[in-house]
Structure formats: C-alpha cells, structure tokens
C-alpha cells in the first residue's frame, strides 16, 4: 500500500511545471522532497490536493490503489489525502471549531452525528499538545493568525482529520525554532505503520526533528535525486548547486 | 447666423452667440445643443440626482451671459507662463516651450485645427448625474478654455496652468486633456473671481482623457467670490492601464456643484478621485460622483472631505457601479465631514452597485467633529482655542492630500487652502 | 353562488419553481376583485368594525389612490402590480382547503429538510386552516394576561380596547407614508394588538407563530404593539418555512411604541414564495431612554421592500435594525433602515448583511437623520454584502443628513466574495463545494444569526445549507 506517483506532468496556463516525476511513498515511510525554488514542489502538492488550476497531462497517482486523480478535491480528503498548505487562507466568520466538526462531520455514514462532546474533548487536547490557546476555537479559521499560529493550525486541523497520506508543503517556512519544534512533534507523534507523509521543504532544518526515511531532490520538474537522510545533510552543506552540476557531468 | 443679440439677455433664453471666427460645423453643433438643451427638463426636487440639493438657490435663469472685457484685468498681474481668461476673453495665452509634439492651445484654436477631438469630447460627452441639461448649455455656449493634447511616449514636466477670472454674468470654461499611449502630463485650473462682489457663474466641463498607460494629474481650484456660483461637470476617461489623478478644491461660491464621473474602460486602469471642500456662511457645496467599471482589474479610489463653518451645507451623492464582467475589480470611497458650528449640515449618500465577481469594493461616510480633548491639548501647549480650532480643521484637509505625488499640485493645493484656513484666525 | 364564482385560480405564475404554486380556494367571505368604496364598506360590515374606523378606511383608499407609485427611486417592478386583480378582503370564517396529496414532493422535502415539526407542516402547506396550536396560544394569552398585557387579533384590539389603541394607531405610520402604508390603511385586517402595562417586563417572546391563523398571515396585517413605562417585550413573527402564497401582494403595516424606559424588541423571519410583493412599512417610536429593535431576516419573494424605523422622540432613546437578507434567482431583496434622531443623546444602530445568490439582487437603502440643534447624537451602520456568483447583484444606497457639530455618524460598507481559494481549502479538508459554501455563508451572517432565539437560528442556518446547494457546480 502507498502512495505512487508515475510520470507525472502538470501545467497551469499552458506552462509545463512537472515534467515526469516518480515516486512512491510506502504505508508507514516518511520521505522528504527538497529542491529549489521555483523546481516544482508546491504545484506538485497542489497537484495532488486537486487545485483547479493545474492541468495534468501525463502519468498517474495511485493512493492505495485508487486513482486518486479521478476523485474530486473533497473526495481525495475523505479518502485519506491530506494537504498542509504553504499559504493558508483565512475564512471570516467561520470558527475553527465549527470548520473541523463540519470537515469530520463529511466524514461520518450519511445520517451520523458526530457527537459533539467526545469532538471537543478530543480538539482541547490536542490543541493542548500543540500550544495552541483554547480561544482560537471560536475563532475564524486562520483570520488575523500569525505565520506560526497558521501553521500549528494546518497540523492541528492533520491531527483531528488523521489522514493516511500527508503531504506539508513547507510548513516549515516562516517558523521560529519552537514553532518547529511544535510542528515536528505533532508530526512525529502521528508516526505509524498505517501512514506516509512527504514532507515538501526548501531547508535541511525541518528533518532534524522529523527524520526521513528517504530524501528526495526535486528540480526542473522531476526527482533528480534520491538517498538516505544524509542527503539532506549533503545538500545543507553543498547547495543546490552541487546537484545541479552533478546532473549536467551525468 | 441673422439673429440680434442683446448682451444681457437670460443664458436660458439667449441664442448662442454666433463666433464670426468658428468654423461652420462648431457653429452648427452649439446650435444643436441648444435645441438639445430646451427640450430637457430642469432638475427638479423629486430628481434622485437632485436629493437634499437646494435647488432653489441655483437660480441660473436670472443670469445673463458675461461681457468679454480685457480692461477688467488691465494693470493686474497676470500669472507667468499661465493661459488666463477673463470673462472668456484669452488675456494672456502663453509661449509655452513644450516637449515635442505637445499642444497646448485656446478653444478657439483648437476648433479649428483639432475639430475630431472637440466633437470626440466636449460634444459627445454626457452628463449622467444631472446636470445634462447644463453641460449642453455649456456646448452651446463654451467658448473660453483650453486643449491639451499630449502625443504618445511624451512626458510634459511642466504642468499647463489655466486659470478663469470670472466678473459679473455667466462664462463657460472648458479644459480638455488628451493624453496618447504612456504620456504624461499635469494640468492645473483656477476659477477665480475678478473681483470681491461681482456676482458670476462659472460653468464649466472638463474631460481627461487618458489613452493606454497615460498618466493625467490635474487640479482644479475654485476660489469664487461669496456672490457667484459653480457648476463643474467632469468626466475621466481610462483606456488599458492608464491612471489619473484628479483633486477638486472647493473654496469659494455661494454655490457649487460639481459632477465628476470616472470611466474604467480599460484593463488595469485606474482612477483616484480626491476632493476638499471648506465652506463658511452660506455656502453650499453639492459634489456627485460616478466610478463606473466597464473592464477587469480595475481599481479607483475616492476622497471626499469637507469643513464646515457656520451654516455651511455639503452635499455628496456617490456612486460605485461595477459592470458585469468587470471582475477583479478595486472600488473605494469615503466621504468625510467635519463639522464646527451647530448649523452647518451634512448629507452623504455612498452608494454601490456590484454585478460582477471578485471585487472588493467598499465604501464609508463619517460626519463628525472636533474631539474637546484635542483642543485642550493643543492649549496646554500654549495655542489659543481659536487657533487650535483652525489648526485641527486644516489638518482635517491636508490630511486628504497624503496620496497627492505632482508636486506642482500638491504645493499649489496646499497653499490655496492654507489660505483660506486665514479666514478662521 | 355557483361553484365557479367561489373559485379562485388566480395568479399569473410568473416561473414555476419552488412556492409558486397556487390551488383552489374557497372563502366564506369574499370582497370580490378590485378596491373601491364597496369593499371597504364590505369589509366594516363583515367585520362589524365602529364608524371611525371605516372613515378612517376611506380617507386612506383616497390617498392610496392619488398617491404615485415610487418608482423614482424604486424598482420598475413594482409597475407589475395589479391592483384590479387583487382580493381584498377574504374572510378568517373560512379557510382554503388544499389536500396533502395535492402539495409538491419538493415542498414536503424542504419541510422535511427544515426540521418544520409534523403538526405544522399541513397549516404552512395551506391543508390546514387553523394551525393546532390554539390551545398554546390561548395559555399564552392566559399567562400574560395575569399580568395585565392585552394580546389579540388587531380587530379585537380597536373594537375592545379603542381608549388604548385609538391614541397611537395611524400615528407612528401616517396612512399617507407611502403608497402601501395607504393601502394596509384602507384594507388591512389580521395583525396583532400588544399593550404592556407600565414596568411589566414580559418574560418569554410572545410568537405570533403560536397563533397562527388566516387572519395573522392575511395580506394586509396591521399590528400595532404599545410597551409602557419600563415595561419590557419581545414579539417575533413569522418562520422559516416557505410560506406558499397564492397571493401575490403582501402589505403589512407595523407600529411600535416604547414609553419611558421600555424595551420592544420585534423580531420578524419571513420566507415567500417568489411569486410575491412584499411591501411592508415598519417604524417604531422610543419614547425618553427607551430602545426599539427590530432583527429582521428576509428571504425569498419576487420583491421585498421593507425599510424597518425608529423615531427616537425624547432624549436618551435607542434605536437599532439588524437585519440578514437572501436573494435568490429571480429575487429581489430592497430592504434597509430609517433612523430620525428627534432629541438629544439619541443613539442609533444598523448591521444589516446581504446575501445575493445566483441572479438574486440585494438592495440596501438607508436613511439618517439628525435635525438642527441637537446634540450628543450617535449614528453607526455596518452593511455588508456577500456576492456567491458571478451573476448576483447587490447595491448599497444610503442617505445621511447631520446638521450640527455635537454628532458623530459613520456609515461602512463592504462587498466580498468567497473566493475560489477558500472552497479549495476547504475541500481540501474534506467538505463538499457546497457545504464548503454554506458554511463560508452561515460564517457571513453568524453573528447576526445569533440574535435570533435558538430555534429560529438552527432553522435559518438548514434554510441557508438549502439556498446554497443549487448555487454551486
């Protein structure tokens, strides 16, 4: 069981983004995506989470065997596929509270109620391990939330919704080290056999506190590179650079 | 034309006089505009445009036309390098040395060697907010003001000033602009009064118009007598990514209304429509607005403001219509009153029509007065109540000019309300 | 009478869509088409109403007559009216009878959907003629009565109480208002008739839905409530349910009076089919620091126009209007506010929230008055629109008129979108575009839903999920 991307092509306005790329993420594994600017990650995670705007035109996802691009953007969720934006957006005048117990409320058989008592109980507590303040139930999701209070939210919001796939498309971009921290705890702490994540980042910084299992490097499109979680340290050390011209030399 | 003229007969009644110089197609067409303007209706109560104006105090039938008269100026300092109108009559026109291509010309001019652009633009424009009656009375009489055509890739550095000296009866200034593909260009405009007492009426039109990325800044200043009053109708014109920034400062008159209508026509265009206002007595000083947004990603922003002293009245009446398909669209307006006496009275109507996708649009309106903690502080610096008073209010106003970046305008406006802030020392 | 003279097929169905259905109708009293003299003196005689009422009647028909349709600053639309086509006057004796069976499935699953408890749905689908909840009107009407509040019908009120209700009716809502104010003068029947004794303050709402018969939901309801000194009371009418008219014009008047020191609040939740004219005049007098609020929820109708007021006389008044407005395809919601400051240290409120969904237009109108020579005024009005799609219209035209330096007003308006990025997210999340819709929707209005009671607010919130599944895809 995983999630298997195979020769993926996607283009927004006629412009190819993804040019090819493969990879697979077992049940159970982390992998990590680095790359540089501009090499294709965050459309990659758009990709995958349905956006509108992105046409694919070549190749396939299978998320546990189903083909995830066939399904619409609310279907992929309810089928296990969560996506942790890197931008995300406010909505005014819907409260966090009601927003979670909505999304869990889609998941429910037709015709069962969520009970509410168990679902607050359940969000306190995990607001609670995350640090975030009690208050921000009742308050709009995301509106007026600094760049850290966002980004909690997005692992809270993962951690209510436990998905069988996560992608988190730089969700570590804009944190402060505590709110990294915070961030690679929640994560760790939804570490199973029965989950893969794949962690979009532009820093090696992240995958000291969430280890990988595998380090991909993206770049023009396609994975160019991939290895171990010293690869990620390689890159710290070398730049994007030394992929680069690692590829024109092969 | 065989027609007798007596000089102070009615503006309503009197035939456009016939221009022995104007070509025969303009001589036509002010004929066809009075025709048009006899069969339209006056402005009455009931008229939505004319809510809460004082329409009985506009009173324009009663005025006969101005006798163009140079004497009135003689021995006055005439402002350098401006165009200056007294009584319609050109006293002073310019040798302006302009970047190439660049004109900059009488009306009287401009009928003859730049025809399309008079019929394009003081003949085809229309006035939607209720004064189209006065605008074709206007065209059938205007025969004083000024053309200003820019050609493309041209940027003027000087701005081109007009100022109209207005005395006793009616004149009807005109000030066109015509800016081609990415020019730029500032005009100024000033009604002013020939004297202290002399009652006139200035109507008059202006029309900016601003081709693709042209860039239009222009200011119009009136600073009538206590005795006289103004009727302006604009018009700003925006094709593709052109901006232009326009400021109405209202100063004098014992009336005033002015109708400015901005119109969006082109992607990525952009209108600022900014105005102060600062009346005492009996002033009334009644400004509507249209921002019409015909194309996409459009954006304008408008600032009214007013002081009102004594038993002063404002009147705003605005209006936001974003067309259908005109989505990603920018719309703001705000009109703001101050008022510092028990009998000055303001009335705002901000409105907003919205039938397209995407836009962020809103609008606010504030009446209000001087905070008594501000003025105590001020005195416990050591300034008298009267002059903390002015200084606040003024401060009011200047506020508005904050987005103003022509520095031409900027010192001009400043210095024409600074100077009429005099009055409340 | 043959049995096709007591027929009425009425009503040129302009679309056929949800509500707009008509059925025979049978009535006991009938003042026949068209409005004239006769039917005024039909409808004193049926009613068996005192002489000054009927005078009262006829200067009113006179002045509807003479008085112009609004049209110059109102809608054309209400060119469309036909006035010879009305009935005037149909009788409480009896009742339309439809059959279930003869009521759309699409009816009975909105009912369904709303959660319209079983014994009502039949009085709202127009089956039944008498709601069954008679006997709860009349304990109600027991209850408060111990404390001395009069509540009955407005006929009851004029016949049985004239010393109290003579002095005010006609004089918060002049009969020459407007064209329509005219009109419910001339031939308004139903509506209720509240008066609160001094300092009572009346514990729970008094519903005009407990009490729901022909004459409360008539055409032509006038209602006039009188709180005394100190006293206190909230009255709601209507509900969420589509109310399925056969009738095309609705015309109610309502007036309020605060005494000294009282508190009325009326709340009003109104859904008409889109084939009705709702065309309702609504002002409330607040006598010395009295408060007068209306929360008002509009929804459906082919046009709705309906400016709720409040005169504040004396010094230290409080007027308010809180309203929410939905506009659907072929829906027209003019609605608004009126604010006369008439005294010193008045303070006015208005938050009104509109939203326009696939063609519908949201029109907001406003008007502020602050006369000379006052002082310590306060004026604050919010409005704001929600546009769902690209055909949707709103228009926001206030009017704000402060004389004098001892004021403060400010007027704000907004217009939004939800925007694509924010269905996205949340579908992201899991919610279907349509509930990711409703619920950005629910989360526009949720503050002013709150001031709701409980039941009207978790119906409102169904009826907006019901609005905003046809809007998307």
Request: charged share 25%; net charge negative; proline share 4%.
């Amino acid at each position: 069981m995983s999630l298997a991307i195979t020769d993926l092509h996607a283009e927004i306005d006629g412009n190819e983004i993804l040019k090819g790329l493969t990879l697979e993420i077992p049940k159970g594994e982390i992998h990590a995506i680095m790359g540089p600017n501009g090499s294709g990650k965050s459309t990659l995670a758009k990709v995958l989470a349905g956006h509108e705007d992105y046409q694919v035109t070549e190749g396939g996802v299978l998320m546990d065997n189903q083909d995830l691009l066939a399904m619409e953007v609310d279907e992929r969720s309810r089928a296990g596929f969560f996506l942790a934006f890197q931008y995300p957006v406010e909505i005014p005048g819907v409260s966090n509270a009601n927003f979670l117990r909505a999304a869990l409320q889609a998941r429910m058989p037709a015709g069962e109620e969520l009970d509410a008592v168990d679902f607050y109980k359940e969000m306190r507590s995990r607001m609670e391990s995350l640090g975030i303040d009690q208050k921000f139930t009742g308050r709009a999701v995301n509106e007026g939330f600094s760049g850290g209070e966002k980004k909690r939210n997005e692992i809270l919001q993962m951690t209510m919704l436990a998905p069988t796939y996560a992608v988190l498309d730089e969700t570590d971009s804009g944190l402060d080290i505590d709110a990294l921290k915070v961030v690679a705890e929640g994560v760790n702490a939804m570490r199973s056999p029965g989950r893969g994540f794949l962690i979009i980042t532009h820093y090696q910084r992240l995958l000291d506190y969430i280890v990988p299992d595998v380090v991909h490097v993206m770049a023009d499109g396609r994975i160019v590179k991939t290895g171990g979680k010293e690869l990620a340290l390689e890159l710290e050390e070398k730049g994007y650079d030394w992929v680069r011209e690692e590829l024109v030399v092969a | 034309m065989s027609v007798t003229v007596t000089q102070n007969q009615s503006i309503f009644s009197r035939l456009p006089q016939a221009d022995a110089s104007a070509p025969t197609w303009l001589t036509e067409a002010r004929m066809a505009a009075w025709e048009r303007f006899l069969t339209l209706p006056m402005p009455g109560p009931k008229d939505e445009p004319w809510r809460f104006a004082s329409i009985s105090r506009m009173q324009l039938e009663g005025v006969s036309a101005a006798v163009p008269d140079a004497g009135a100026v003689v021995g006055q300092d005439l402002p350098a390098g401006a165009f200056v109108f007294s009584n319609q009559h050109p006293v002073q026109v310019p040798a302006l040395s302009l970047e190439k291509g660049v004109v900059a010309c009488t009306l009287e001019d401009a009928a003859r060697e730049h025809a399309e652009l008079l019929r394009r633009f003081m003949l085809a424009q229309e006035a939607p907010l209720g004064s189209e009656k006065f605008r074709q009375l206007h065209a059938a009489n205007a025969q004083s003001g000024v053309l200003v055509f820019v050609p493309a890739g041209v940027t003027v550095e000087k701005p081109i000033v007009v100022e109209h000296r207005v005395g006793e009866g009616a004149v009807f200034p005109y000030t066109l602009v015509v800016a081609e593909e990415n020019s730029q260009v500032t005009v100024i405009e000033r009604i002013v009064s020939q004297d202290e007492s002399s009652a006139g009426l200035a109507l008059g039109v202006f029309d900016l118009y601003a081709s693709d990325a042209a860039r239009i800044h222009y200011l119009r200043t009136q600073d009538l007598n206590g005795s006289s009053k103004s009727i302006a109708i604009g018009t700003t014109l925006a094709e593709r990514d052109a901006d232009v920034k326009s400021l109405l400062v209202n100063l004098g008159g014992a009336w005033s209304r002015n109708e400015h209508v901005s119109h969006l026509n082109g992607e990525g265009s952009n209108s600022d429509m900014l105005s102060v206002s600062v009346a005492s007595g009996d002033q009334e000083i009644d400004q509507r607005t249209f921002q019409e947004h015909h194309a996409r990603n459009t954006t304008s922003d408008l600032l009214f403001k007013n002081a009102l002293y004594d038993r002063a009245r404002s009147v705003f009446g605005g209006l936001i219509r974003v067309d259908e398909g005109a989505h990603q669209t920018d719309a703001y307006q705000t009109c703001r009153n101050l008022l510092l006496s028990d009998d000055a009275e303001a009335h705002s109507m901000p409105g907003l029509e919205i039938n397209a996708d995407q836009v962020k649009c809103s609008h606010g309106s504030t009446s209000g007065q001087i905070e008594e903690e501000e003025i105590f502080y001020l005195r416990a610096r050591g300034i008298s109540e009267v002059q903390a008073r002015r200084l606040i209010a003024l401060g009011y106003i200047l506020d508005t000019f904050e987005k103003i970046t022509d520095q031409a305008i900027l010192a001009e406006a400043t210095a024409a309300v600074e100077a009429r802030f005099n009055d409340f020392s | 009478m043959n049995e096709e003279s007591r027929t009425v097929t009425t009503i040129a169905q302009e679309k056929d869509t949800l509500g707009d259905f008509s059925f025979p109708e049978h009535h006991k009293f009938d003042a026949g088409y068209g409005l004239s003299e006769s039917t005024i003196d039909y409808i004193c005689d049926v009613k068996g109403e005192p002489d000054w009422v009927r005078a009262f009647r006829k200067k009113a028909l006179g002045i509807f007559e003479k008085k112009p349709m609004p049209t110059h600053w109102a809608t054309q639309d209400l060119e469309n009216i036909d006035f010879d086509k009305i009935r005037y006057y149909l009788s409480d004796g009896e009742k339309p009878k439809r059959s279930w069976d003869e009521v759309p499935d699409d009816v009975k699953e909105t009912f369904e959907r709303l959660g319209i408890p079983e014994q009502e749905r039949a009085f709202l689908a127009g089956v039944e003629a008498q709601f069954d909840s008679e006997a709860a009107y009349s304990n109600v009407k027991d209850a408060v009565a111990e404390q001395g509040v009069i509540f009955v019908n407005s006929t009851e009120g004029l016949k049985e109480h004239e010393e109290i209700f003579r002095p005010w009716f006609g004089k918060v809502i002049p009969t020459s208002d407007n064209k329509f104010s005219a009109l419910n003068s001339a031939v308004f029947s139903g509506g209720s008739f509240i008066y609160v004794p001094p300092g009572v303050k009346v514990a729970h709402p008094l519903q005009a839905y407990f009490r729901i018969n022909s004459e409360n939901f008539g055409q032509f309801e006038r209602t006039l409530i009188i709180v005394d000194e100190g006293a206190e009371l909230t009255y709601m009418e209507g509900c969420t349910a589509p109310k399925f008219e056969t009738s095309t014009l609705h015309s109610a008047v309502v007036e309020l009076v605060a005494m000294k020191d009282a508190k009325l609040q009326y709340i009003t939740v109104q859904n008409w089919s889109s084939n009705v004219f709702n065309l309702v005049t609504k002002r409330g007098i607040a006598h010395q620091n009295a408060e007068v609020r209306w929360i008002d929820c509009n929804i459906g109708s082919r046009l709705t126009m309906k400016y709720p007021g409040v005169v504040m006389k004396e010094p230290g008044a409080r007027g308010e209007v809180v309203s929410i407005a939905l506009a659907n395809d072929g829906q027209h919601q003019d609605t608004g506010a009126k604010m006369v400051h008439a005294a010193d240290n008045t303070t006015s409120n208005v938050v009104s929230k509109s939203i326009s969904v696939g063609e519908g237009r949201a029109t907001y109108r406003g008007l502020v008055q602050i006369p000379k020579h006052l002082k310590g005024c306060v004026n604050n009005t919010e409005c704001d629109a929600l546009l769902i799609n690209s055909k949707s219209k709103t228009e926001t035209y206030p009017a704000i008129s402060v004389k004098g330096n001892k004021h403060a007003t400010q007027h704000e308006a907004s217009v939004s979108q939800v925007s694509e990025e924010q269905i996205f997210y949340m579908q992201q999340r899991g919610l279907s575009e349509a509930e990711a819709m409703s619920l950005s929707v629910n989360g526009f209005v949720n503050d002013l839903v709150r001031e709701f009671p409980m039941e009207y607010s978790v119906e409102l919130k169904r009826l907006i999920d019901l609005e905003m599944e046809g809007s998307v895809g």
